[in-house]
């Protein structure tokens, strides 16, 4: 029983599941009435779920409006359907929205829909002040209540018969903007708007204007007044009155000025009248201001004054400008029909002038120090004039000018430029130089000094180097010439070489010959020779006329093998430097004696008793026939004589050859290895002896018996080896 309930339980579980099953099919978004919504109109956003359900269940949905990815309204309901209800569109409403619906776990997004609110609030403009003066500022409030910034503001600025001034702001945070006006000159009643302006998607959107606002301007003074006596047919040399004047509201501060051409000529503070008088000159000819200030308000009032000329400006002339020194020198000053007038006459410097005469006429004899400017003065009825300026220059002649090389030396480098200097003792600039290299010359004028500078830039080997200069300055004198100067042209070293003899190796105690030499160079050249070690050691110096230089070292040691190089040098102060070459110092054959005796006759005499050792070792172990038969052998070779003649010289000696020293191999190789059975013969032989103090030759005849021991041994070191024993007599 309890198992078919557990039965029908899961199976009703099953279809109770598989009854509340759904999907998403889409999530729709709208705007009602339309995408564009004018500011106030009232405002829909509907978002609908498209779902598909297995049966026919309540399911409860959350549905959630975004704006531009901001939550802006969220319902929770059993219905696929949500409205989110604005009553009063404005322009903040505009932007991108989206809806999402979620149930169960599950959910889905509907597509961006872009609404635009069109049209924006009205601003609304405040004034700080309804009554300001000139100079004052209007300070001025706008705001777009209802508008989210950022926001752009227009303010308006109007007057009768003028066009509107504008001012705009932007404001980034904020829904209002304060600004400030400056009220000017001629501002009497004024109206004042505003406008704001939006960005909506690239493209700007403007409300309607604010409310006007009216500003009336007081003035704090009256526009100033100008007068001149006299007003008319101003001669110089009379008296000009200036008066200027105005009327103010409340006396703050005020300051009234006279300018003409930008100067400031005089100025009063906190009074209503300035008056300023001076003598007519023809330079107070041009326009005349008169400027009343307070605060940040001016006005101005102009006058033109035309000042008739009583006399021309005096002219200066002199009977010459340039002449030499100790010429005599006249000056006069005349003005052109006029003659009474007091004249006198002056040279400039920086303080104004040193009077020289009060007259028309000044003549004096010139000296050098009389070169500079000089003015004349004329004057009539207060009225001075002054005269152009005349350059005098009076001229001392040139000295003989002395050329010389820049450097001290006269000398030059071969591919160095060459500069050379020619100055004078005396001489009054400007000066023109003349140089000549040979028939070539090349000029020079200096204006304010004595000396000039010549640069020659095409030295050649083979130039004579001759050159000189002349001067000449406006002195009548002419020009001076100097002397010929002759210039040495230093040729650098080039192409060094070093050299040995004997060359690569030289015995220890023998001497070396060392050979530096160059291919060009001017002499004096400076050799030196070194060594190379961790530091370069100097071992030869030597300056000579000459390309080459040869240095002998007496007694070569072992301390001297190493690396040699030789550098060389002039006056052209550029060194060159040789291929390195290498010495080896190796012994001397008196020294290789030495070792010889010293070193390998010990080696050798190492060498025969090791052998002699060997030798007796292998007679101690040969047999007792071997002993008998070598006694037998040397009794008999004693007593016999062989008294045998020979045509040559005569040998006496005895040898031995043993096994390990000279090996005979023998003929039968089937000897054994036994050295008891080994054959033992005899055999005559003939020998010559020749005397070691070649006296007169002795013949003779000797017989004898030579042992040959044939031994044939399987062993590596005794296989076929062969002993002879040669017992040797000759006769006296």
């Known amino acids: 029983m309890y198992l078919a ?38 405002m829909s956003i509907i978002c609908h779920a498209d779902i598909s359900k297995s049966t026919d269940f309540n399911l409860q949905h959350n549905i959630t409006v975004f704006k531009d990815e901001k939550l802006v309204f969220m319902s929770v309901s059993g219905k696929g359907d949500a409205r989110y209800e604005v009553p009063m569109a404005r322009s903040s409403h505009t932007g991108d929205y989206r809806c999402v619906v979620e149930a169960n776990g599950k959910k889905r997004y509907s597509d961006s829909l872009h609404v635009w609110v069109t049209g924006m609030t009205k601003p609304i403009l405040i004034a700080e002040k309804k009554e300001v003066f000139e100079g004052e500022v209007v300070k001025l409030r706008c705001e777009l209540p209802e508008e989210v910034p950022p926001l752009h503001f227009i303010f308006r600025k109007m007057k009768m018969n003028s066009k509107p001034k504008e001012k705009l702001t932007y404001e980034l945070q904020r829904n209002f903007s304060v600004i400030e006006f400056p009220i000017e000159e001629g501002d009497n009643i004024l109206q004042f708007d505003c406008l704001g302006k939006r960005n909506v998607k690239f493209e700007f959107e403007t409300s309607e204007p604010s409310n006007r606002t009216l500003i009336t301007v007081k003035e704090p003074f009256i526009k100033p007044t100008l007068r001149i006596k006299p007003s008319s047919n101003i001669t110089e040399g009379k008296e000009i009155q200036f008066e200027c004047s105005t009327v103010v509201a409340k006396m703050r501060d005020i300051e009234i000025m006279l300018l003409r051409n930008k100067t400031i000529l005089s100025s009063v503070r906190d009074q209503t009248t300035l008056k300023y008088s001076a003598v007519a000159t023809l330079e107070d000819s041009g326009e005349y201001l008169c400027k009343v200030e307070e605060g940040k308000a001016s006005k101005i009032a102009t006058r033109n004054v035309v000042v008739t000329e009583l006399f021309p400006k005096p002219v200066l002339t002199a009977s010459m400008n340039k002449l030499d020194e100790n010429k005599e020198l006249t000056l006069s000053c005349s003005i052109k029909d006029f003659q009474n007038a007091s004249f006198s006459i002056l040279r400039r410097n920086s303080n104004g002038g040193i009077l020289l005469r009060n007259s028309r006429n000044f003549t004096t004899r010139a000296k050098v120090n009389d070169t500079g400017l000089y003015i004349c003065k004329a004057e009539v009825n207060r009225i001075v004039k002054e005269s152009k300026p005349v350059m005098i220059q009076v001229y001392a002649p040139v000295s003989m000018p002395n050329i010389s090389v820049f450097s001290g030396l006269p000398e030059v480098v071969l591919g160095k430029p060459l500069k050379l200097t020619c100055c004078l003792k005396m001489g009054t600039p400007p000066i023109t130089f003349t140089f000549y290299k040979g028939n070539k010359a090349k000029k020079e004028i200096v204006t304010n000094n004595t000396c000039a500078v010549f640069l020659d830039e095409d030295i050649k080997q083979n130039d004579k180097g001759q050159y000189k200069c002349g001067a000449r300055n406006h002195h009548s004198s002419g020009m001076k010439t100097s002397k010929i100067l002759n210039i040495t042209v230093i040729v650098p070293i080039r192409n060094i070489s070093l050299g040995s003899v004997p060359y690569g190796e030289v015995e220890d105690g023998g001497e070396t010959a060392f050979l530096c030499s160059v291919k060009e160079g001017s002499w004096p050249i400076l050799f030196r020779i070194f060594r190379k070690t961790d530091r370069d050691v100097l071992l030869f110096e030597r300056s000579e006329h000459a390309d080459r230089v040869m240095w002998q070292k007496k007694e070569m040691s072992r301390q001297d093998t190493g690396t040699y190089y030789c550098i060389a040098s002039n006056r052209a102060n550029v060194s060159a430097k040789s291929h390195p070459i290498t010495i080896n110092v190796i012994l001397a054959s008196w020294q290789k004696g030495v070792i010889t005796a010293f070193v390998l006759i010990p080696i050798a005499g190492v060498v025969i008793l090791a052998v002699w050792w060997f030798w007796c070792k292998k007679k101690n172990a040969k047999g007792p026939s071997m002993e008998m038969s070598r006694s037998a052998l040397a009794t008999n070779s004693t007593s016999e004589k062989l008294s045998r003649q020979h045509d040559g010289d005569y040998y006496s000696g005895s040898g031995y050859i043993e096994d390990g020293e000279n090996h005979m191999k023998s003929t039968d190789e089937n000897k054994g290895p036994d050295l008891e059975s080994a054959e033992v013969e005899y055999t005559e032989v003939e020998v010559s002896t020749l005397d070691p103090h070649r006296a007169p030759v002795q013949k003779g005849t000797e017989t004898v018996y030579s042992e040959i021991r044939k031994a044939n041994n399987d062993s590596v070191e005794n296989r076929h080896s062969v002993s002879m024993h040669f017992y040797v007599r000759h006769y006296g």
Not at 8 to 33: D, G, M, W, Y
């Open 5 to 42: 309930l557990l039965v029908i339980f899961l199976q009703c579980s099953e279809i109770c599941t598989q009854e509340r099953v759904f999907t998403f099919n889409a999530v729709h978004i709208k705007v009602q009435p339309s995408v564009k919504v004018k500011n106030g109109a009232p």
